[in-house]
């Protein structure tokens, strides 16, 4: 296992559509954090699983955003009917269960919506 | 409301020309800082985590510090391959498990 894994990489879709984005964390990790970053600015907390319960939604995930972690492992972040104000780079990183530990993060999937 | 503000939000140095990038948090309780390196259309890289004040790590040509209210990173004779974009994040004591992050500073470091 090589680090943190995101797919797609890049996703264009036309406004109203859904979309869906996976992400692998390190396979010992047991938590696992959505981030969304636009550009200029850092990364915003959007949501966090341990194990497969979530147990943190920001209020930036408006209720348009779900996110899963079916069985703690992969996880999922769908978008129901997208809007231009979506277009982000989403990122993904993850942690071992273990105190205070520094999170790594993927390559992140590139989100534009037309 | 917790906050994270680094400076300055841009910085061209020469290479050889060394100089420090500051984080600066208003926090309730501090559990860890972070400091990532991100490359242009790549997620974040680890760097370095600091826990209290006084304490120093170092790698390569970086060194981070911390203080009660700030963090600095030093970059020493600087290398073009250094350019990148310096984000600092924080962990707190209680509540939101999460990085908090800062806008960064986005280095340009000319040979």
């Known amino acids: 296992d090589t680090g943190v894994s995101q797919d797609p990489r890049h996703k264009i879709t036309k406004r109203g559509q859904n979309v869906t984005f996976r992400c692998d964390p390190i396979?010992?990790?047991?938590?696992l954090y959505w981030y969304r970053q636009t550009l200029g600015q850092g990364p915003e907390f959007l949501t966090y699983f341990q194990n497969e319960a979530q147990l943190e939604k920001s209020r930036l995930l408006s209720d348009r955003f779900s996110a899963e972690r079916p069985k703690g492992s992969f996880s999922t972040l769908e978008i129901q009917r997208t809007e231009q104000g979506d277009s982000a780079m989403y990122l993904c990183?993850?942690?071992?269960?273990?105190?205070?530990?520094?999170?790594?993060f993927g390559q992140g999937t590139r989100l534009t919506v037309v | 409301e917790d906050q994270v503000t680094q400076s300055p939000e841009a910085l061209r140095l020469q290479e050889g020309e060394s100089s420090s990038l500051n984080c600066s948090y208003t926090v309730s309780g501090l559990r860890g800082l972070f400091w990532y390196r991100q490359d242009p259309g790549k997620g974040p890289e680890f760097l370095f985590t600091l826990y209290s004040a006084g304490e120093e790590k170092e790698k390569e040509r970086l060194k981070a510090t911390l203080t009660k209210k700030e963090s600095f990173l030093h970059i020493t004779a600087p290398k073009p391959e250094d350019s990148a974009t310096y984000l600092c994040?924080?962990?707190?004591?209680?509540?939101?498990?999460?990085?908090?992050f800062g806008s960064g500073t986005r280095l340009q470091v000319q040979p």
């Open positions: 396979s010992e990790h047991n938590r």
């Open positions: 994040a924080v962990t707190l004591l209680t509540g939101r498990r999460a990085l908090t």
């Open positions: 990183a993850s942690s071992p269960d273990t105190g205070n530990t520094e999170a790594f």
